[in-house]
């Protein structure tokens, strides 16, 4: 056994968390209430390889592997959720389809584009009444002519409305008991995207309806072998797992760490408040359970590298950091006293940003579901 | 178009910002046995050597530092930024190496290099002379331009500003000479992914003072010519009022207090 990052790794981390502490934390609180996508971070992201870390670099991206991935993305997720989940997102759910399923003349149309971060990526997997239950999309292509005629809608789209986003991969019904995936480029007529959805954090992230009536793209556009899109997509969302549990790793350390220097400054009683053992026994407990979250998830980064089944412990990583966030960025909230309900310590929108780890990319029942049945119950 | 040429960029190692600084009672001298990193003051100088070389792809940048081994994780990160190799002096004979053994030392390392143009930081993070440069120019006798805040090359010659409190000397010197730039003179990069996956395959040369044909007796504790004989806190400021701002009151009182004193 290894505890020890190997020194690529170790300086993967120290350079995203020095790009992130200074070139993120300084825009994170405006972003956010302004309601404004982070182009400028995206763009510096992109030219230092940061949008195609696991990539191979003969479609355009870094060539990492699923470690450094976590890494970057927890470190991100330390100083702005936001940023994180559009690379999380670009990443696991824009890209990685493309790359697992693509043919090659569909990797070279796509990948160089996206993995070095000139265009974003997007998946459309949910829908108004397809949400846990994914395999009920409505949404429909038919085969018509040579291409595929899309009718139906979308919602809570990361990275599909932005000015740089290039292209959606939805799940569609190709005929009444199959599922496939095709690639909706964006601007194909009949493809509509609604304003951004007013959300309760990750306010700098883009999040959008999308509807489909007639659009129409080439047949070539489906991914894989027709009706393949349901194991496509739950395979998809496993390798997705691990980066959004390592954002609950990330959002739980700096939500810790804002939390530990508050209590050291703040005094109350005559002492600082760290002192008070009620205090230090919960930014114990924080340190703790972070690092019991931070080996989940690296393990299940491991495995995938490793080439091993990581499935099981994808959806034990994001079950776990999905609640330890919670209960992290809530002590540490607490120990903030009122100002932490004020928007002028960060430690407000990290409270705001943390509840969707614990729905997008499975609710935390569905994990428990997955888990379950990896358990063979 | 340029001529190629070979830069040298002096690094130090210094205690990472996060780390605890503490100086050992016993030796006098700083623990650096805390996590270390580059010196932010000398990643200006190896962005200046790395926009040399992105103007001209023959440029060969080459990092020279004096430290301990295990400063080679450190250095890594400007392998990582684009230098192309490292040569460090690590030797337990340059421990302790006051300002005119670690000259000696790397005047050598200098030297075996013989490069167009070397390039300092301001100041290390640590000790903060901002006298290294100087010393070092003055063993290889080679022209100096401090506190540049730009630099370019042109027939042979540096063309450099230096930043003065009523704006801007432009001084000029042939080369080879020694720079030593200011931090306002650009924004250093950071190292790519594919540049730290690279890093690893590029040469870090480890030579030790006899490699460089420096006598034991001119490096370390033996060659150092100064000696730290006491350390004390500073002096705490006894009779200094604090005043806190309450909605711009601050101001008033600060000018109150002056003019009471005849100050203004
Ligand atoms: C900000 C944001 C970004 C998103 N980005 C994307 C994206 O890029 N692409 C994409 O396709 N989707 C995206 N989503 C959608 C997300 O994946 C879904 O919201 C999520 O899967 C839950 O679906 P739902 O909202 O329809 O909830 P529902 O499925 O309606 O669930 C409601 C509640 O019922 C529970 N529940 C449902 N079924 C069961 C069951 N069988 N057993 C026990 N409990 C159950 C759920 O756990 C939940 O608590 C995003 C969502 C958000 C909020
Ligand atoms: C008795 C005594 C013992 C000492 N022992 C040690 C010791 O064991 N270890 C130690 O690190 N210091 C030691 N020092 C401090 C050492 O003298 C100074 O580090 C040295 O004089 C350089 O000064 P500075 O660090 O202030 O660098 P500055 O003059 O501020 O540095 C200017 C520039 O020089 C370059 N530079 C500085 N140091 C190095 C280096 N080591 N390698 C490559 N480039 C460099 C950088 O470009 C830097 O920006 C000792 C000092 C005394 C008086």
Redesign the interface.
């Known amino acids: 056994m290894n505890y020890d990052l190997s020194e690529e790794h170790a300086l993967l981390r120290r350079t995203v968390r020095e790009f992130a502490e200074q070139r993120i934390a300084p825009v994170a609180e405006e972003l956010d209430r302004e309601h404004r996508f982070p182009y400028e971070i995206v763009a510096e992201l992109a030219e230092l390889g940061l949008m195609g870390i696991p990539i191979p670099e003969e479609y355009g991206g870094s060539g990492g592997d699923t470690l450094g991935y976590a890494l970057s993305i927890e470190e991100l997720t330390r100083i702005d959720s936001s940023v994180a989940i559009t690379v999380a997102a670009h990443t696991s759910l824009g890209t990685m389809p493309i790359l697992l399923y693509g043919s090659e003349e569909q990797k070279r149309k796509w990948l160089p584009d996206l993995a070095s971060g000139r265009k974003l990526g997007a998946f459309g997997l949910t829908e108004p009444d397809a949400g846990s239950d994914a395999g009920a999309a409505q949404t429909r292509a038919d085969l018509r002519d040579g291409h595929w005629v899309v009718n139906g809608s979308k919602i809570f789209i990361t990275n599909a409305g932005t000015d740089i986003s290039g292209c959606v991969t939805i799940a569609a019904r190709t005929s009444a008991d199959e599922v496939s995936n095709v690639i909706v480029p964006n601007g194909t007529p009949g493809y509509d995207i609604s304003a951004p959805l007013e959300k309760m954090g990750w306010n700098a992230s883009d999040t959008r309806e999308l509807s489909f009536v007639d659009c129409t793209v080439p047949e070539g556009n489906l991914l894989g072998p027709r009706g393949q899109g349901f194991r496509q997509f739950l395979e998809i969302l496993d390798g997705g797992r691990i980066s959004v549990a390592a954002m609950g790793v990330g959002l739980a350390q700096g939500a810790y760490e804002q939390a530990l220097g508050y209590a050291r400054e703040r005094e109350q009683f005559g002492r600082p408040i760290a002192k008070l053992q009620a205090v230090s026994f919960k930014l114990a407990d924080m340190a703790t359970e972070i690092e019991a979250g931070r080996q989940l998830v690296y393990k299940a980064a491991w495995l995938k590298d490793q080439g091993r089944p990581f499935g099981q412990e994808a959806a034990m990583a994001k079950l776990y950091t999905g609640i330890l966030s919670n209960r992290v960025v809530n002590e540490a909230l607490q120990i903030h006293g009122g100002y932490g309900y004020m928007e002028e310590y960060p430690i407000a929108r990290f409270y705001r940003d943390q509840k969707v780890l614990e729905i997008g990319e499975g609710t935390n029942e569905v994990q428990r579901m997955v888990i379950a049945r990896h358990l063979g119950l | 178009m340029l001529a190629p040429v070979k830069v040298a960029v002096c690094m130090k190692e210094v205690p990472a910002a996060a780390a605890p600084k503490r100086i050992d009672p016993g030796t006098k001298r700083l623990d650096r046995s805390v996590e270390g990193a580059l010196n932010d003051f000398d990643t200006h100088a190896l962005e200046e050597a790395l926009r040399l070389k992105d103007s001209a792809a023959e440029t060969e940048v080459v990092v020279v530092s004096m430290a301990p081994e295990r400063a080679s994780?450190s250095l890594?990160?400007a392998l990582?930024m684009g230098a192309d190799r490292v040569v460090l002096v690590s030797d337990e004979a340059a421990a302790g190496s006051d300002l005119v053994a670690t000259t000696a030392v790397l005047a050598a390392a200098l030297e075996r290099e013989s490069p167009d143009l070397t390039l300092f930081g301001q100041q290390a993070g640590d000790a903060d002379g901002a006298v290294l440069w100087a010393a070092i120019a003055d063993r290889l006798r080679l022209p100096m331009i401090s506190q540049a805040a730009s630099l370019e090359l042109q027939d042979g010659k540096v063309r450099s500003k230096r930043q003065t409190e009523f704006g801007y000397d432009v001084l000029e010197a042939p080369l080879p000479c020694v720079v030593a730039v200011s931090d306002a003179i650009n924004d250093p990069r950071?190292?790519?992914?594919?540049g730290?996956?690279g890093?690893?395959k590029k040469p870090q040369d480890v030579v030790s003072l006899a490699d460089l044909g420096v006598e034991p007796g001119r490096a370390g504790e033996a060659g150092s010519r100064t000696a730290v004989l006491a350390l004390a806190e500073p002096p705490s400021r006894g009779d200094s009022r604090r005043i806190e701002d309450d909605g711009g009151s601050a101001a008033t009182e600060i000018l109150s207090y002056l003019t009471e004193r005849k100050l203004l």
């Open positions: 994780e890594r990160k990582a950071y190292p790519s992914l594919k730290i996956m890093a690893k």
